[in-house]
Nanobody, 120 residues
């Protein structure tokens, strides 16, 4: 069974940093683009950052540009999200997502989420 397991969430003060990790197993990680999404209470899930399968291109949601960095290690089947200068509005459950489009078909997997709380 495919697994995406997030870790690294927690409580941090405004201005602080956290590094999220997402360990993947039971699928060909290097073939999948990886993303981080987040969902705050009462809000829809939103895309935060994306990295291509090769790791050669990244995209960020405007509010996190310059503060968050997505990266991946295909040898370890792991994707990371380095979050700096955290703000209270970054508080959310963060989800890891794997997606591949092949021959017109989309394969997609989700992790269970990790809570990030930014508060003093």
């Amino acid at each position: 069974q495919v697994q995406l397991v997030e870790s690294g969430g927690g409580l941090v003060q405004p201005g602080g940093s956290l590094r999220l990790s997402c360990a993947a197993s039971r699928f060909t990680f290097r073939d999948y683009a990886m993303s981080w999404y987040r969902q705050a209470p009462g809000k829809e899930r939103e895309l935060v950052a994306v990295i291509t399968s090769a790791g050669d291109s990244t995209t960020y949601e405007d509010s996190v540009k310059g503060r968050f960095t997505i990266s991946r290690d295909n040898a370890k089947s792991t994707v990371y999200l380095q979050m700096n200068s955290l703000k209270p509005e970054d508080t959310a459950i963060y989800y890891c997502n794997a997606q591949r489009r092949l021959w017109g078909l989309t394969s997609q997997y989700w992790g269970q989420g990790t809570q990030v709380t930014v508060s003093s």
